[in-house]
């Protein structure tokens, strides 16, 4: 490709509502075009990753043994009906009518769609496993789209559905998955790491996200250096920072604590360690009738050390929150403890509670937790001397870097990520509802065992240059940059010898099958190199009448410091060489 014959169109400044790097530069370059909220045109620079990034995806599903079809992004809402998902998704689902006042939704996902294709097709058991995946346009309509592709509204996913005749064969089919994407996140040439999750509204019961590492990701990622162990911060076990319960040592006491509402200000007051302390945190769920008014309402008091951090999917797996779960009000508050937050604890109730105690806070002894009275605390605290032993005793907290890793093989570490991809066991979550059957070997009506597979394709462009770029521009890996090798030939209108030596070194890379492009522009050097620094084509070589006269060329790589020498006839060898490194 020439630069004349194709269409760049860069800019110095990134437009003010660029947030995120991958924004601010994906703008700059040229990438994509703001149209509405959360909506992008991709303009041919753009297009041309997104492109790569589905060959890639594309010849890996297709490896694994994975058969590509396309389903519609407008789907019937019966379909989704069927699963209760209709109402369920919430105003993420974009509900529409046709002329006919029928209601469609704009697809986010095609599990419904694919298990009526399974249920229409699939019959017997000699048909399975099947594995089907598209590539094809979706649409969440976010309540504040931000950070450009990262987290629009409308997006390019490739997501495969597995169908399978038991669950031992529903295994195969999620590992078959699970080893295809990482040979697709290695081609694509990105740093990730491929964490246990929480299955989440999609549902099932096995998980995994794959995480593109960049400082500025959105996800916390908990992992073992000393061993395989890693997960989302949402599902990474934390185990109990205490063995055992020691004796009681100290008296209860109620302690002035004038102004100091949070654990941090009362452990200063005090002069404790924060670990000594223990935070309370009030839910409430609620009992509806038929016609979907409270008749009930069951009050939780929630407590971990005052220096962790309370995991809400952790706590909506517990028995009696699982149907879901609120913040209690600060009138409900106010019945049950007779205080306003700030100063709530476990001794001295109004009214009862639930009591859930982390796995920690259930081993301490000598704690500090609120007097449920304005300006006090209790010191000395121990459980079955001056409050019954809790309810229920669950992980309910964040892990922290440092904790126990739950392999028993080291200490956790955390680091940020970009979830790019997932992958679940659906078991007979979406066939039993829509009655997906197949016959099995005795002629029996049997759901398939469902698995589901997603990767963002187009927020693979955004997480990829939050992981690389420079004060310059973007760096992509060479697998998936817009271009792999960029000639800027300096002073191409004014001297013949240097387009003939730009034209035969385009030609001979194009023969090579290298995916090169020939800056025929005629702009000047300075503008020339910024421009492909910033849009991160990974090899440069420059020509320059001086150079040719030596009879070298200047090749430099997007991530080194300054530009090689090489000889003419050397650079095309010099970049082979580069490329299959």
């Known amino acids: 490709m020439k630069a004349t014959q194709f269409f760049v169109s860069t800019l110095k400044e990134a437009p003010a509502d ?83 006042g029928r209601d469609f939704i704009i697809q986010p996902t095609s599990e419904e769609v694919v298990t009526d294709i399974a249920r229409l097709e699939l ?38 559905y597995s169908f399978d005749r038991d669950v031992e064969s529903a295994g195969r089919s999620y590992e078959n998955m699970f080893q295809a994407y990482c040979q697709i996140f290695d081609r694509l040439g990105l740093e990730y790491r491929a964490v246990a999750a929480d299955t989440g509204a999609i549902g099932g019961d096995r998980s995994h996200e794959f995480q593109v590492i960049a400082e500025t ?6 992992y073992c250096p000393d061993s395989d162990y890693a997960a989302n911060i949402e599902l990474a076990e934390a185990l109990p920072l205490l063995a055992s319960r020691a004796a009681a040592g100290q008296a209860l006491a109620k302690t002035p604590t004038p102004g100091k509402s949070t ?32 008749v009930k309402t069951q009050v939780w008091l929630l407590l971990v050390r005052g220096d962790h951090e309370l995991n809400e999917v952790k706590a909506g797996k517990i028995e009696g929150l699982k149907g879901g779960f609120r913040f209690a009000t600060v009138g409900e508050i106010d019945a049950h403890f007779g ?47 001056d409050l019954p032993e809790p309810d229920l005793v669950a992980d309910i907290r964040n892990v922290v870097a440092g904790d126990p890793s739950p392999d028993g093989k080291g200490q956790l570490a955390i680091q940020r990520g970009i979830e790019v991809g997932h992958v679940f066991y659906l078991g007979t979550k979406y ?17 398939f065992e469902m698995g589901c597979y997603g990767i963002g394709v187009t927020r693979i462009l955004g997480a990829a240059i939050e992981q690389n770029h420079d004060e310059r521009g973007i760096i992509w890996p060479d697998a998936i940059a817009p271009f792999t090798v960029a000639i800027c030939p300096i002073g191409m209108d004014r001297s013949d010898e240097v387009k003939a030596a730009a034209q035969q070194l385009y030609e001979q890379l194009q023969a090579l099958g290298v995916d090169v492009l020939l800056d025929d522009r005629g702009e000047r050097p300075g503008a020339m190199f910024a421009d492909w620094e910033l849009i991160g084509v990974p090899h440069r070589v420059v020509l320059s009448d001086r150079g040719l006269k030596e009879g070298q060329v200047e090749y430099q790589g997007r991530r080194d410091a300054e530009a090689t020498k090489l000889a003419l006839a050397d650079v095309v060898a010099h970049l082979q060489a580069r490329l299959k490194a």
């Not at 066939?431 to 016959?439: E, G, I, K, P």
């Open 263 to 294: 654990c941090e200000d009362v452990a200063a007051l005090l002069g404790l360690p924060l670990s000594q302390t223990v935070k309370s945190l009030v839910l409430a769920t609620d009992e509806l009738n038929e016609h979907g008014e409270v």
């Open 339 to 385: 205080c306003k937050p700030g100063y709530l604890g476990p001794i001295g109730l109004k009214q009862p509670v639930k009591i859930v105690a982390d796995r920690t806070v259930a081993q301490m002894a000598d704690f500090v937790c609120g007097a449920n009275e304005a300006d006090f605390h209790f010191t000395g605290a121990n459980w079955g001397r």
């Open 217 to 222: 990701g959105e996800d916390a990622i908990v």
């Open 431 to 447: 066939s039993a509802a829509m009655n997906a059957t197949f016959l099995d070997e005795t002629g029996k009506p049997k759901p």
């Open 123 to 160: 019959r017997s058991y000699k048909q399975l496993p099947k594995n089907f995946y598209h590539i094809q346009t979706k649409f969440r309509d976010e309540r504040r789209p931000r950070f450009g592709v990262m987290r629009g509204r409308e997006f390019t996913m490739k997501d495969a």
């Open 18 to 100: 660029a947030e995120v790097v991958s924004h601010k530069l994906m703008m700059r370059a040229g990438m994509i075009k703001r149209l509405g909220a959360g909506i992008y045109n991709y303009m041919p620079m753009g297009l041309r990753v997104i492109r790569k990034v589905e060959g890639i995806i594309r010849e890996e599903m297709n490896r694994a043994g994975a058969v590509e079809l396309l389903m519609p992004v407008v789907q019937p809402a019966e379909l989704w009906q069927e699963t209760g998902r209709f109402d369920k998704m919430g105003p993420e689902l974009l509900r529409v009518k046709d002329r006919h």
